[in-house]
């Protein structure tokens, strides 16, 4: 069974840069898992912030870049606004299967 | 801007089939590679559960690949989702999406009695 793993929580002072990684038990994950990232604040629909690794849509805040870190992908955060505070979730690809990890809880304090 | 709803109803009972249609507006569906389902239970992750391509090819999550079936109406500007013999565990919010970019607002199916 394919288990997608994040951090369940971190936490960021305002201003500050923190990292989030999504780990693959099946190996190291590369740009051929197309890393997605998803934000998703209390009661409302995901919102997509990054695709296939380090591509950003329109929308998304230029303090949110994707990477390859260390055999996971990664999403770092540069300068910690309040609103970031939020579930954060990965998207990995698995030949044909898309699975989720199991969201990191982003604080803001 | 390209907008997504899903609609159906907000209750089934246990080992009926569930079913959901999500309504594209603002582009047509044969516009995009392809139009995805994911769900969330209560407090949970986001769970994959499948994707249609434009040419009505269909991706499933294995868990739920016995069970589940996505179609397109390209005539209605719709896909649609189903989802048979559910029970209490499928009870979720439901939300349709175009590829990952754009998401509905989601919809909540209770599985009880």
């Known amino acids: 069974q394919t288990v997608v793993t994040q951090e369940p929580s971190l936490t960021v002072s305002p201003g500050g840069t923190v990292t989030l990684t999504c780990a693959s038990n099946?190996?190291?994950?590369?740009?051929?898992?197309?890393p997605n990232w998803f934000q998703q604040k209390p009661g409302q629909a995901p919102r997509a912030l990054i695709y296939?690794?380090?591509n950003k849509h329109s929308w998304t805040p230029a303090r949110f870049s994707g990477s390859l870190l260390g055999g996971k992908a990664a999403l770092t955060l540069s300068g910690a606004q309040p609103e970031d505070e939020a579930d954060y979730y990965c998207l990995l690809y698995y030949g044909g299967a898309w699975v989720f990890g199991g969201g990191t809880k982003l604080t803001v304090l | 801007q390209v907008q997504l709803q899903e609609s159906g109803p907000g209750l089934a009972k246990p080992s009926e089939t569930l079913s959901l249609t999500c309504t594209v507006s603002g582009a047509s569906i044969s516009s995009s590679n392809y139009w995805t389902w994911i769900r969330q239970p209560a407090g949970k992750a986001l769970e994959w559960i499948g994707l249609i391509y434009t040419s009505g090819s269909t991706n499933y999550n294995p868990s739920l690949r016995s069970r589940v079936t996505i179609s397109l109406d390209t005539s209605k500007n719709q896909f649609s989702l189903k989802l048979s013999s559910v029970t209490a565990a499928d009870t979720a919010v439901y939300y349709c999406?175009?590829?990952?970019?754009?998401w509905g607002q989601g919809t909540l199916v209770t599985v009880s009695s």
């Open positions: 099946t190996g190291a994950v590369t740009s051929g898992y197309y």
């Open positions: 999406a175009r590829e990952y970019s754009i």
């Open positions: 296939s690794t380090d």
